[in-house]
C-alpha cells in the first residue's frame, strides 16, 4: 500500500462508498433518514472504529430487503434505532467507541 493510499484510502473504496449513497438516495425517505442518522452515529464515535464501511453495508442490504418487502423501518430495526446500530456492530465483529473506552478504563483500574 502506498503512502497515499494510507492517507486517502483505496479508490475501490471509495467508488463503492459513492455508490452505496447513491443507493441509499433511491431508499424511502424512513429508510434514508435512518442511513444517514446511523452513518452521523458511526463518525461520531458511535461506530465501528475499524474504518471498515461492512456493517454499512450489511445495514443497506438489510434496509433493502425490508424495502422490497414492504415492511415498515420500525419492522427492520424495532424501536432504537442506535441499539439497532450497535447491535450490527458487535454482530460483525466490532466494538463500539463505548466498549473501546470501557475496555481502556477497565485496564487502567486493574
Do not use: C, H
Not at 502506498?2 to 424511502?28: C, H, Q, T, W, Y
Not at 434496509?63 to 415492511?71: L, P
Amino acid at each position: 500500500m502506498s503512502f497515499l493510499e494510507k492517507i486517502l484510502g483505496k479508490k475501490e473504496d471509495k467508488i463503492a462508498f459513492k455508490n452505496f449513497k447513491k443507493r441509499v438516495k433511491k431508499m424511502p425517505t424512513t429508510y434514508q433518514d435512518a442511513m444517514n442518522n446511523i452513518m452521523k452515529y458511526y463518525w461520531n464515535g458511535g461506530g465501528a472504529m475499524d474504518g471498515s464501511f461492512n456493517t454499512l453495508y450489511k445495514i443497506e442490504e438489510l434496509f433493502q430487503d425490508g424495502i422490497a418487502s414492504n415492511k415498515e423501518l420500525k419492522d427492520v430495526i424495532g424501536n432504537d434505532l442506535i441499539d439497532f446500530a450497535d447491535a450490527m456492530i458487535k454482530a460483525d465483529g466490532g466494538n463500539t467507541y463505548q466498549d473501546i473506552l470501557r475496555n481502556k478504563f477497565k485496564k487502567k483500574v486493574k
